[in-house]
């Protein structure tokens, strides 16, 4: 939701500290996400889980949700930061280059609008 989000506010050329604000959310949920995968400190407890038994037949360990190794964390937390940010970069170039050729288009246009004025006032 938030990486639609930020699509569109860099297409619909919102202002960029909005943009700014959601990119810095959305990688600071997913660090969240990483220590809370990995030391497990009662961010997943506070969601509205399956009962225990369900959990137990779903997972394989004693604790649910399971802890995580932190390199395992941290490697689809890095992932899932690079996806992200690729995402990021790759729409903010053609946001930028759908701006710039808006901009070329309105030049022509006003150039078009030039040559068609100066020809009116010739009898051709």
Not at 96 to 108: D, H, I, P
Request: proline content about 2%.
């Amino acid at each position: 939701f938030f990486v639609l989000l930020i699509d569109v506010c860099l297409v619909c050329r919102f202002k960029s500290r909005v943009a700014k604000t959601l990119v810095g959310a959305l990688l600071l949920w997913f660090v969240l996400l990483f220590f809370e995968s990995s030391f497990r400190f009662g961010l997943f407890d506070l969601s509205h889980l399956p009962s225990q038994e369900d959990r137990r037949e779903i997972y394989n360990c004693t604790t649910l949700p399971c802890k995580r190794h932190v390199l395992d964390a941290f490697n689809t937390c890095l992932g899932q930061i690079m996806v992200f940010l690729l995402d990021f970069y790759f729409t903010r170039g053609f946001a930028r280059s759908v701006e710039q050729e808006r901009e070329n288009m309105n030049k022509v246009v006003i150039a078009a609008e030039d040559i068609a004025t100066s020809l009116s006032h010739f009898d051709i």
